[in-house]
């Protein structure tokens, strides 16, 4: 699904990511792990262009997305992304949040298909009977589109078990409830891969189980996840891969067993040794 070739990313004179070469496959769960300052999260950033990456390519179903000359909102579309301290617009409810990115992009790509349809009706007046162009076929309305999303964000809502929470705002819901509803946000958008940067690491211990619960369910579905995240645990137990990076670049990656069973760069051996 994903490639990533020879990646970098420098603000001035420091080199973030320094040549990162990976593969993501389709319902892969990647966990990312590494130390303070190693680029872990700037590697995710660069994945979906939020960091304009310096030099190399990120190939997304054959398309460079890092190229400058793509646009990256259409494959944006397909690219979810959870993030540390969750995100939501505090002036919109818990469904307004939900609702908006789905219902933004759908009532636009209804405009562009009217005004496609306005363009060859006019061009149409100029061409011969056999070239006449046919129009987009219309199946759907504004209100159509905001009824749908709506059932949708109420579908995921009961999912987690916050549908009660669906007109009130953010401010009042617990870490842990505003992280859940995060993730469903970026479910609402269908998309192929998510990416979580550190989720729970802004959450009281107490609320870290219930949205790990969420994303073993969400990944138990064949959801693509790339996950920069703390948890060792969670890595055991759920990912199929595990990744290390240090100073910028990968040092290992290997399946969990594996990867903690038995490390082979000094490096991570250290790491582990410190955090297991």
Known sequence: MIDVINLEKHFGDNKVLNGINVTIEKGDIMVVIG????GKSTFLRCLNCMEDP???????????????????N???????MVFQHFNLFNNKTVIQN????????????LKKAKRHNRLIKITNLFRGKDKKKAPIEITTTKAEIVKNCRAKA?????????LDKADV????????????????????????????????SALDPEMVGEVLDLMKAVANEGMTMIIVTHEMGFAREVANKVLFIDGGQILECAPPEEFFGNPKNPRLKEFLSKVL
């Not at 939900?98 to 790509?109: F, G, N, R, W």
Request: with cysteine; glycine share 10%.
């Open 54 to 72: 310096t030099g190399g390519q990120i190939i997304f179903h054959g398309v460079d997305i890092a190229d400058m000359k793509v646009d990256i």
């Open 35 to 38: 130390p303070s300052g190693s």
């Open 98 to 109: 939900i609702m908006l990115a789905p219902v933004y992009l759908q009532c636009k790509d």
């Open 74 to 80: 259409v494959h944006r579309r397909n690219m979810g």
């Open 169 to 200: 705002y953010p401010s009042t819901l617990s870490g842990g409830q505003k992280q859940r509803v995060a993730i469903v946000r970026s479910l609402a958008m269908n998309p192929e891969v998510i990416l979580f940067d550190e989720p729970t």
């Open 154 to 162: 109420e579908e995921l809502l009961e999912r987690i078990g916050l």
